[in-house]
């Protein structure tokens, strides 16, 4: 949120549950998501308006939104290329992106033995349909029209401090076509990692790009 610019009219782009939307106050929102279920959650929660429709066809007017947030959905949106330019349609000259993906770095020593023991667990590694587009980042937003202004890297840490902390992580993991036999195997070893100081490592990119006036 501390990117975020405290004025303008937001759209929550892959808004999912609508996480964003009491921290914006009364400031013009919208939420999209193609997930019907994960709207009905949003609505629930007193989220409004959304919208169901897919990133790569927004159906907004041209500079209809003064900032555009994606949280931690980038990396499942393609094509990429055709996302991009969709949020710089919709953007005012000056509009701002601000998006997060998960990335692999930065990594403290320790946390290489809690990823490791993850992955073996799940018997596969991490990966995103996008992540080989959101390698070539910064070519790919000027080809929609948008100038990246900055590209961060930090670590979070998530706190395993009960087993539902463990399994909330081990169901947010975009692992398609798993074998939910290796699913409850990831479950457990975090479970078994679950101490009131235990985490996590979290490693976040963070974009922040606008839309030239």
């Not at 959304?50 to 980038?74: E, K, N, Q």
Request: glycine share 10%; charged share 20%.
């Amino acid at each position: 949120m501390a990117a975020v610019p405290p004025t303008g009219r937001v759209l929550d782009l892959a808004c999912g549950n609508a996480p964003l939307w009491p921290a914006l106050g009364d400031r013009p929102y919208i939420g999209m998501d193609v997930s019907t279920a994960e709207l009905a959650e949003a609505r629930r929660a007193g989220a409004h308006p959304l919208v169901r429709a897919t990133a790569s066809a927004l159906p907004l007017a041209p500079g209809s939104v003064d900032v555009v947030v994606c949280s931690m959905s980038l990396m499942v949106l393609t094509p990429l290329a055709e996302v991009l330019a969709e949020i710089g349609r919709v953007l005012v000259p000056g509009g701002v992106l601000v998006a997060t993906v998960p990335d692999r770095r930065p990594l403290r020593w320790a946390d290489l033995a809690v990823a490791g023991g993850l992955l073996a667990a799940l018997g596969t590694g991490l990966g995103y349909p996008g992540d080989r587009a959101l390698r070539r980042l910064p070519a790919m937003l000027a080809g929609a029209g948008l100038r990246l202004d900055g590209d961060e890297h930090r670590r979070y840490g998530y706190r395993l401090g009960s087993r539902d902390d463990a399994d909330r992580l081990a169901s947010s993991l975009y692992l398609p076509g798993l074998p939910p036999s290796r699913r409850r195997r990831a479950r457990g070893y975090l479970r078994a990692l679950s101490l009131p100081h235990a985490e996590a490592p979290m490693p976040i990119r963070r974009i922040i790009a606008h839309r030239p006036g």
